[in-house]
């Protein structure tokens, strides 16, 4: 089972979110064949993507994240909903690229130079945007520096995703560590000696360790609040992509409409729906 955990180090003023998400992320993989970097990309997002929709409170809040870069992944996209449920997709399925110093897998070469945008919707008011330039592709590194530069709150930002040689998930997990008003130089200081000295979480947690066990083990004064399932689900349906179509200018669901038969597939899961002609027609007239 993958999951979230909030905790708090009361001594040292600093909230810790952390998960376990091996379980969803392989679930992402599977379902889009994922090749070994472009799976350590969509996990590590998917990952982050958790922690952070451990801050929303209402049931029809949700938080989406989307990184647009200039290599050959492209685009990624990252949905997560307060009831723990996430759903993801990359633009290029099939990247495989390794550092040749380090063996490690490439997603910074991957995802190259661009963007890194979080979007939060709630159900009170309009959908709020912020956006960072990417700092190196590797994901951490950037959304510790959006946490930074748009929320302006220090933070230690560790995620991971380990790919085993059938190109299955092997580990994959994220902490993020951030300060709470009030906070001292000393508590400053004791953030950045556990950054120096904290393991990636991905080989932590293939170790076999609870992120339960890693958070108490690096935070000295920690305190688990919160546990909280997370799982990848797909809300599609036949519904939904019918009144998709009917969003379309007249011009462009004419075009559509030439086709006796029109297959979509979902970008979340890869279902594909087919629609006849007349059934689009029929809905169309139901529902002006």
Do not use: W
């Not at 890194?116 to 951490?140: C, N, W």
């Not at 038969?261 to 006849?276: A, G, L, P, R, S």
């Amino acid at each position: 089972m993958s999951y979230v955990i909030n905790a708090l180090d009361r001594v040292h003023n600093i909230r810790i979110l952390a998960c376990d998400s091996k379980d969803v992320v392989e679930e992402a993989r599977r379902l889009h064949d994922l090749y070994p970097t472009s799976n350590a990309a969509l996990g590590r997002t998917m990952s982050i993507a958790a922690l952070i929709a451990m801050n929303i409170k209402e049931e029809d809040e949700k938080i989406q994240v989307r990184i647009d870069g200039n290599g050959p992944l492209k685009t990624l996209f990252v949905e997560a909903r307060s009831n723990g449920e996430l759903k993801g997709y990359c633009s290029d399925r099939d990247i495989y690229l390794k550092y040749n110093d380090s063996n490690k897998l490439a997603v910074g070469l991957a995802i190259g130079n661009g963007y890194l945008r979080v979007t939060r919707f709630s159900g009170y008011k309009d959908p709020f945007s912020s956006q960072v330039a990417l700092q190196s592709g590797e994901i951490g590194d950037d959304f510790a520096y959006y946490f930074a530069a748009s929320e302006q709150i220090p933070s230690l930002v560790s995620v991971g995703v380990l790919v085993d040689v059938d190109y299955s998930t092997k580990a994959a997990g994220a902490i993020i560590a951030e300060l709470l008003p009030g906070h001292s130089e000393e508590d400053i200081v004791y953030l950045e000696e556990i950054q120096k000295t904290l393991r990636p979480i991905s080989s932590e947690l293939n170790d076999g360790r609870s992120i339960e066990d890693i958070v108490l083990q690096y935070f000295s004064g920690a305190e688990i609040l919160e546990k909280r399932e997370i799982r990848y689900h797909c809300d599609c349906s036949r519904e939904r992509f019918l009144k998709g179509l009917l969003t379309l200018n007249k011009k462009d669901l004419d075009e559509v409409l030439e086709d006796e038969e029109i297959k979509i597939q979902c970008e979340f899961c890869n279902k594909v729906y087919t629609f006849d002609k007349d059934e689009i027609i029929k809905y169309q007239r139901e529902n002006v």
